[in-house]
């Protein structure tokens, strides 16, 4: 079983990964010339969406096999 404080650290995780998710599809949607920056800014974002995906998925599977 994981404990609360834990609980709350990965809870903390998942907020970072979509706030540098919205950080990173910022910059691209700002990038007006489509540069290789705003290709790189959108891969970052995606990756930083998935990564925060994967992470909530994981804290689900772990509250399921506690009940």
Excluded at 2 to 14: C, E, F, L, M
Excluded at 61 to 66: L, N, Q, R, S, Y
């Amino acid at each position: 079983m994981i404990s609360s404080a834990a609980r709350d650290r990965v809870k903390i995780a998942v907020d970072q990964l979509e706030e540098l998710f919205h950080v990173h599809d910022d910059r691209a949607s700002a990038d007006v010339n489509e540069s290789y920056d705003a290709a790189l800014n959108r891969g970052k974002a995606i990756a930083f969406q998935e990564a925060a995906h994967l992470v909530k998925s994981a804290l689900h599977d772990i509250d399921v096999k506690a009940l």
